[in-house]
């Protein structure tokens, strides 16, 4: 199992002053220049402790939003490409339906893989809904768009000669050149989101990883759904390698170290469902087959993750949502949680949110490195082999 340091970057000493939406219409005078300025070194520093600790790095972005200052992953890997020296580097991901330029992403990632000396992995997202109001963007056909801007940055990536030029529905290029070439030949590993089984399907047909968030129940339909897909068309079994699960992640040494880490993270998912209404799920934006499960299921288009009201840290862990604990509680929840999924490779860590502070998020993360990730690696390794039997 790989295990990979996240944090959203949020701008959380300003969520007690901030009333209604923390996203899109929120004002930007809750900001303030040098907490922000403090803010972003703080988590850039974390980010190269967790190289220093053994772990990989995934980096996000979002607009207009209280909630996560990154508004360009590609940004915070070009400056973490230089600062550390072993982690791979995951940006999960560019939003390419927002991007009106696939070509300047394409130039973008293959620089940060060289810089790096070839340890970028690339994530290719559709974007949050709400952020379609930043882009200028329409829902309608997002899916369309998505797959043409990710099917011309994979060509001109792995293009070998000069340059080329490219005819799309969306996009239009005469000269496409791209330069520097990756250093990953052919070009750095991909990695895609999902969260329904059709999606699943897809990416297993790529052969990339899957990667789902906070998806709780719906995590081992949809990997079933990828290693059904991934057998037909490769002929082997999928390996652990390719499926990904985001959480938050908080470890302490007894009990009340760790429900004092809990009670302070718990607030990022109070804030996450305060988007204004009319842009959870703006028409066009989710494929049918969602849609219809969302009302089945009677959600209201609010994000509540699957929990029970006033939910323990039982029940985010069973949820797959918040794995708090000390190292052998968090072993078993991690271990438990992955054997309901069927198997995971990757665990994504949000292990700063809300209002946990530095000292406090590195000290979590290096009990975790140290006391339950060894573990944990021998756990995958095991379970890999039981998964390529049974197949």
Not at 123 to 141: H, W, Y
Not at 217 to 243: H, N, Q, S, V
């Given at each position: ?85 072993n982690a791979r580097l995951l940006c999960l991901g560019v939003p390419v339906t927002n991007r009106t330029d696939p070509y300047r992403v394409a130039e973008e990632l293959a620089m940060i893989d060289v810089i790096s000396g070839g340890r970028l992995e690339i994530g290719l997202v559709k974007a949050s809904p709400f952020e379609l109001a930043m882009s200028n963007q329409s ?253």
């Amino acid at each position: 199992m790989e295990f990979w340091h996240f944090s959203e970057q949020s701008m959380h000493p300003a969520w007690d002053a901030i009333q209604g939406p923390t996203k899109v219409l929120v004002d930007n005078r809750h900001c303030d220049p040098q907490t922000a300025h403090e803010l972003y070194n703080r988590y850039l520093d974390e980010w190269v402790i967790a190289d220093q600790l053994g772990y990989n790095i995934f980096v996000n972005e979002h607009h207009a939003s209280a909630n996560c200052m990154s508004a360009s992953c590609l940004l915070t890997l070009g400056i973490l490409a230089r600062q550390t020296k072993n982690a791979r580097l995951l940006c999960l991901g560019v939003p390419v339906t927002n991007r009106t330029d696939p070509y300047r992403v394409a130039e973008e990632l293959a620089m940060i893989d060289v810089i790096s000396g070839g340890r970028l992995e690339i994530g290719l997202v559709k974007a949050s809904p709400f952020e379609l109001a930043m882009s200028n963007q329409s829902p309608a056909r997002i899916m369309d768009r998505y797959w043409e801007a990710h099917d011309f940055i994979v060509k001109a990536l792995t293009y070998d000669g000069g340059p080329f030029s490219w005819e799309g529905e969306f996009y239009n290029y005469r000269n496409v050149n791209v330069w520097p070439r990756p250093l990953q030949q052919p070009m750095p590993p991909m990695w895609i989101t999902a969260s329904g089984a059709g999606t699943g399907r897809k990416v297993a047909q790529l052969g990339y990883v899957c990667a789902t968030f906070f998806n709780g129940a719906g995590t081992r339909p949809l990997f079933e759904a990828y290693k059904d897909e991934y057998r037909k068309t490769w002929k082997r079994p999928a390996p652990i390698d390719r499926f990904a699960y985001l959480a938050i992640t908080c470890c302490g040494r007894n009990e009340k170290e760790v429900a004092t880490r809990f009670a302070k993270m718990k607030p990022y998912l109070d804030v996450q469902p305060r988007t204004p209404k009319g842009w959870t799920n703006p028409p066009g934006y989710e494929s049918a087959e969602l849609n219809a499960g969302a009302l089945r299921a009677g959600k209201t288009g609010r994000i509540n993750f699957g929990l029970p009201e006033n939910p323990s840290r039982q029940d985010m862990a069973d949820g797959g949502i918040l794995f708090s604990g000390t190292p052998d509680q968090m072993y078993d929840q991690i271990t438990k949680f992955s054997d309901r999924a069927g198997g995971i490779g990757h665990l994504l860590m949000l292990a700063q949110a809300g209002y946990l502070a530095h000292e406090e998020t590195v000290d979590s993360m290096t009990l975790f490195a140290t006391e339950v990730a060894p573990r944990l690696r021998e756990y995958a390794r095991e379970k890999d082999m039981e998964l390529t039997e049974a197949a």
